[in-house]
């Protein structure tokens, strides 16, 4: 039997317990510790999650060599320092998106995790849920056709106070939130077709992020792409791809179990995947790679975090 990989969390905030839930479906994993700013709040969350062990400060929970994988669920103004202190004590990463918000930190991430010969991985969902892995595959074979276009989109009226860390201008934003979404499905939809080209519009607040942004992109083999994200307005949260002979239409995208295939013919077929929760593929990914001594994920990586910046800084 495989070794088990022991995972330890940091920050356990509001989504923390969606990882342990998708957690449970992965073989060969154990949460066995957890580190956040608030001790009484770590205590609680361990009671909850059967979680054995509670540390006090990062320095105690970084100097356990039982942990194996941290996950890092904590606002991404923190995620730099963290990440850089996981690296350096030698742990696997799996970092709550957006990880990172420059190219610098990025590259300077990946190039700690390689020296150190360890994983580090953005913890985006879509890229490997079977409803992406589908629609990347359809496209490659021409299931609808020639793709001309691809919209996605993940926008709602968020009740955050406006001093939230969703609108600190520092990888705060709808970009930032939301926008990771329908890039992360584009980006991995793609097969070797480069973004040769692209612009963004955003509304910005007085706080200096964005209410709401728009990015126009295009490929290299000459697909279009409209991807948006808001935390003002509600949108239509679905990915559409369009083809010569089709679509494909992926609602709620970023967790999605199903989607529409739609001929021009007029068939509609609805196919349905068996992921058992959002969280468990990219987890399952994860764990892996890390048996399998990589130090990056071959389906979203350094080059997709740099995308990101790329898209979400450009003017
Ligand atoms: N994958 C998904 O589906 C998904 C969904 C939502 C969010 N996210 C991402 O997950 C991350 C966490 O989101 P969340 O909604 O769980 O956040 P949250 O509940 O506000 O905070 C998460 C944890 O981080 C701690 N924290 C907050 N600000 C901090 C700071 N400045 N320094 C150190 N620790 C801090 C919180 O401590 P306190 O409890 O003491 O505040 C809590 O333990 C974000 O990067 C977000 O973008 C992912």
Known sequence: MDKIISIGIIGPGKIAPRFVGGAAFVDNVSIDAVYGRSFEKAKRFAKQHNI?????????????????LVYIATPVVVHKEQIMACLHAKKHV????????????????YALAKAQDVLLM?????????????????????TIGDVSYIEASYGFRSSFSKLHWAYDANGGGSLW???????AFF???????????????????????????????????????????????????SARVYG???MII?????????????????????????DPSDFTPYIQHAVERIEKGLTQSPIYNQYHSLKQVQLITST
């Open 52 to 68: 054995s062990t509670v540390y006090e400060t990062l320095e105690a929970f970084l100097a356990d060599p039982s942990i194996d």
């Open 94 to 109: 799996l970092c709550e998106k957006p990880m990172l918000v420059t190219e610098s930190e990025v590259n300077d991430a």
């Open 122 to 142: 953005e913890a985006q969902k879509a890229p490997f849920l079977q409803s992406t892995q589908w629609v990347k595959e359809a496209i490659k074979k021409g």
């Open 177 to 183: 939130v939301l926008g990771v979404y329908p890039i």
């Open 187 to 237: 980006l991995s939809v793609l097969s070797d077709d480069d973004i040769v080209s692209y612009s963004r519009k955003i509304q910005l607040l007085k706080q200096g992020s964005d209410a709401f942004g728009h990015l126009q992109v295009q490929t290299e083999s000459g697909i279009v792409g409209s991807l948006s994200s808001s935390l003002i307005a509600d949108q239509i949260n």
């Open 244 to 246: 010569s002979e089709g």
């Open 250 to 274: 992926v609602d709620h995208y970023w967790k999605s179990t199903s989607l529409r295939l739609i001929s021009y013919s007029g068939d509609i077929e609805t196919l349905h995947f068996d």
